[in-house]
């Protein structure tokens, strides 16, 4: 008799009218592996060359919010800062010699592994579902959830020829100022920086105890021009924070 009033119970305080809306705070981590590039430009007795080294895995936080209003799905929107760093070397030669060919010993700028960062700003809009609900009313539970949606990105620029030509102007041959240079940096993003949409699935848990959840995903992002040579990649989340 218990049982079955509590079964009574669930069916009439389904938890959906528990949950109506979660927010916090999301960590996430890119699965990424970036190769290594180089560029280089020869005009008459000079050349330069950019040598930039790749990279392994992002990480960042954000944020995120979801709506439970609906029935069988949620609405949900992560913001994402995710980045990492490498580093590039960023040489000048001057054939002295006149037959040419550059050699080490005719490197008149170089300077040096320099760091540098790389960031994405992201934003996901994901419809999910509960595949299976574990839940209790009030006290909490566990859902396997599935989900898909889209998703926008502005990419910072990758260290290239044509970002040092912005940065030092056409002639590439001037001295290498780092101060200044990290200035310009900043104007070239917000002149050049490009939003690029994609989109995802993802599964996943979410954990509900009384007011917190936490849910934890593996995403899989399918998106073009936002690292270098890398159309898909996956990612895991963790959104920590409060449904209501
Ligand atoms: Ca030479």
């Given at each position: 008799?218990?049982?079955?009033?509590?079964?009574a119970f669930?069916?009439?305080?389904p938890?959906?009218?528990?949950?109506?809306a979660?927010?916090?705070l999301?960590?996430?981590?890119d699965?990424?592996?970036?190769n290594?590039?180089?560029?280089?430009k020869?005009s008459s007795?000079?050349?330069?060359?950019?040598?930039?080294?790749?990279?392994e895995?992002?990480?960042g936080?954000?944020?995120?919010?979801?709506?439970?209003v609906?029935?069988y799905?949620?609405?949900e929107v992560?913001?994402?800062?995710?980045?990492?760093?490498?580093q590039f070397?960023f040489?000048?030669?001057?054939?002295?010699?006149v037959d040419?060919?550059?050699?080490?010993?005719?490197?008149?700028?170089?300077?040096?592994?320099?760091?540098?960062?790389?960031?994405?700003?992201?934003?996901?809009?994901t419809?999910?579902?509960n595949?299976?609900?574990l839940?209790?009313p009030?006290?909490?539970?566990?859902?396997?959830q599935?989900g898909?949606g889209m998703?926008q990105h502005?990419?910072?620029?990758?260290?290239?020829?044509?970002?040092m030509?912005?940065?030092?102007?056409?002639?590439?041959?001037?001295?290498f100022?780092?101060e200044?240079?990290a200035?310009k940096?900043?104007?070239?993003?917000?002149?050049?920086?490009?939003t690029v949409?994609?989109?995802h699935?993802?599964?996943g848990?979410?954990?509900?105890i009384l007011v917190?959840?936490a849910?934890l995903?593996v995403?899989?992002?399918?998106?073009e021009d936002?690292?270098p040579d890398?159309?898909?990649?996956p990612?895991?989340n963790?959104?920590?924070?409060?449904?209501?």
């Amino acid at each position: 008799m218990k049982k079955l009033i509590v079964s009574a119970f669930i069916c009439l305080f389904p938890v959906s009218v528990f949950a109506i809306a979660g927010f916090g705070l999301n960590v996430a981590y890119d699965q990424v592996i970036v190769n290594a590039g180089s560029d280089s430009k020869v005009s008459s007795i000079t050349e330069v060359r950019i040598l930039r080294n790749g990279f392994e895995n992002g990480a960042g936080v954000g944020g995120f919010l979801y709506l439970d209003v609906i029935p069988y799905i949620d609405l949900e929107v992560d913001f994402q800062f995710v980045g990492n760093t490498y580093q590039f070397d960023f040489q000048n030669y001057l054939d002295s010699n006149v037959d040419g060919a550059f050699d080490d010993n005719e490197m008149v700028v170089n300077t040096g592994l320099t760091d540098f960062a790389w960031a994405r700003g992201s934003v996901y809009y994901t419809v999910r579902t509960n595949l299976l609900d574990l839940s209790v009313p009030v006290l909490g539970g566990v859902d396997l959830q599935a989900g898909a949606g889209m998703n926008q990105h502005i990419g910072a620029p990758f260290m290239s020829l044509s970002l040092m030509e912005s940065l030092l102007g056409e002639d590439l041959f001037e001295e290498f100022d780092e101060e200044e240079m990290a200035n310009k940096i900043l104007d070239y993003m917000q002149e050049n920086s490009e939003t690029v949409q994609g989109f995802h699935v993802q599964a996943g848990l979410q954990f509900k105890i009384l007011v917190l959840t936490a849910l934890l995903n593996v995403r899989y992002t399918i998106v073009e021009d936002l690292y270098p040579d890398i159309s898909a990649f996956p990612s895991i989340n963790l959104n920590i924070g409060l449904g209501i």
